[in-house]
């Protein structure tokens, strides 16, 4: 089945440790993108990138950092840098036609302790 | 700065009625807008979009109505019932950067 599967659904860590959240598509999509969402704040761009090795940072890139070594890979990791980190991480993907559907994972609830 | 403005916040309709949900957005250059429904612990998943050349799209029991001069777009989720219960997001993006912003979202709760 094509879908966008991210790793691992629920993480723990103590404050001061980076830690990297896995995204990858098997849909074929050029763009992927990385957002947060917080209760009564919405979704929250962090990272996207429309082709392998590049991206742009988006609204709240700050403590954040991505690669795109593979078309199917995106990963995110949280640096300590990231003053409040604990939250929902949501991965997407669209395919680089207008307008492009935002296919979305089902999230990693990152916890710091 | 928020670029889309959603409300309200929280919405609790009873089982067959209609449940209607607001979007303001000021940037005209945006050309595409989706609305989003949302499980508690999944992820957002398309229901519905609109571009601004039509003034109302449907689809079943899920219409979008667009206003272009006012820059308004509003869900209304006819006959609504307990499985309608999540939350929904409106978004808007544009031609130029695959660039998608979101609204903050509405929860919507479906008594039986």
């Known amino acids: 089945d094509g879908g966008i599967t991210q790793s691992p659904k629920y993480l723990f860590r103590k404050e001061g440790q980076n830690v990297t959240l896995s995204c990858e598509q098997n849909?074929?999509?050029?763009?992927m993108y990385w957002y947060r969402q917080d209760p009564g704040q919405g979704l929250r761009l962090i990272y996207y990138?429309?082709?392998?090795?590049?991206?742009q940072k988006g609204d709240i890139a700050e403590g954040y950092s991505v690669s795109r070594e593979k078309k199917e890979s995106f990963p995110l990791t949280v640096t300590s840098a990231q003053k409040n980190p604990t939250a929902f991480y949501l991965c997407?993907?669209?395919?680089?036609?207008?307008?492009?559907?935002?296919?979305f994972g089902e999230g990693s609830r990152l916890t710091v302790l | 700065q928020q670029q889309v403005k959603q409300s309200p916040q929280s919405l609790i309709v009873q089982k067959g009625g209609i449940s209607i949900i607001n979007c303001a957005y000021e940037?005209?250059?945006?050309?595409?807008f989706p609305w989003y429904q949302q499980f508690p612990g999944k992820g957002p998943a398309l229901l519905i979009a609109i571009r601004p050349d039509v003034s109302e799209k449907k689809e079943g029991r899920f219409t979008i109505s667009f206003n272009k001069s006012a820059k308004q777009f509003s869900l209304h989720i006819m006959d609504s019932q307990p499985g309608d219960s999540a939350t929904y997001f409106c978004a808007a993006s544009m031609n130029t950067g695959n660039q998608f912003y979101f609204g903050t979202g509405t929860s919507l709760t479906v008594i039986p």
């Open positions: 849909l074929n999509h050029d763009a």
């Open positions: 997407a993907s669209s395919p680089m036609i207008e307008p492009g559907e935002l296919f």
């Open positions: 990138s429309q082709i392998v090795n590049d991206f």
């Open positions: 940037n005209t250059a945006f050309d595409y």
